[in-house]
């Protein structure tokens, strides 16, 4: 089965420009999480949709950031325009209602 | 809001037993996981506590007491392949009630 699938899995861009991050949850799931990882600040949660409805966006750092999830099978982070310090791995995650959340395998995001 | 602690690092033999303590302050309890993470991988579920008492699970066992604000989790018969960070992750009622807050993690090097 496949599990949840995240791409690209490396972007480098340049400052200024704006970035996609793609995720496919889980068939089934009804809960997706964006995350961002980084050494000094950890796991953090950015936002989580339930039923494709956006439920805590409070964990986005500011109006750059912006996320969407236009159906069951596919969620978009945005960032625009990107900075250095957004330079983290990111991760989606899926879930069934209240279950573990299964993670993808995250993508790699250099901002020069 | 959550405050999670946990130890940064921790060493230990191969075919020893570990404990990696976390202790949380919350507004709201829910539920208690426990996520394994290797270098450069997604973190991987490995248990979750919602009651007091003991979960085992092969060679993972987690405790949790709520009075205590205070879960454990304690690998037996170490194996190298088990170096990797630990993440205890706590939900609370916020944000839609699925909301996880991570701590930022134990890292567990196993030696020879």
């Known amino acids: 089965d496949a599990g949840v699938i995240q791409s690209p899995r490396h972007e480098v861009t340049e400052m200024g420009q704006e970035v996609t991050l793609r995720c496919k949850p889980i068939?089934?799931?009804?809960?997706l999480f964006w995350y961002r990882q980084t050494m000094m600040r950890g796991l953090e949660l950015l936002i989580y949709f339930n039923n494709n409805v956006p439920i805590d966006d409070s964990g986005m750092p500011e109006d750059r950031f912006s996320a969407k999830m236009p159906n069951a099978s596919f969620s978009t982070l945005k960032i625009q325009p990107s900075e250095p310090r957004d330079s983290a791995v990111y991760f989606c995650?899926?879930?069934?209602?209240?279950?573990?959340?299964?993670f993808g395998p995250g993508t790699r995001l250099t901002v020069l | 809001g959550q405050n999670i602690d946990q130890p940064t690092e921790m060493t230990a033999t191969e075919g020893a037993i570990v404990q990696i303590n976390c202790t949380y302050q919350t507004s709201g309890f829910n539920g208690l996981f426990w996520y394994q993470q290797h270098a450069g991988e997604a973190p991987t579920f490995l248990s979750y506590n919602v009651l007091d008492g003991l979960e085992e699970k092969g060679r993972f066992s987690s405790f949790l007491s709520r009075s205590k604000g205070y879960s454990y989790l304690l690998l037996k018969e170490l194996q190298m392949k088990d170096s990797a960070s630990y993440l205890c992750a706590v939900r609370g009622f916020t944000g839609g009630g699925n909301k996880l807050t991570f701590g930022t993690g134990t890292q567990l090097k196993v030696e020879l």
């Open positions: 995650a899926s879930s069934f209602g209240a279950d573990e959340q299964f």
């Open positions: 068939s089934g799931h009804n809960s």
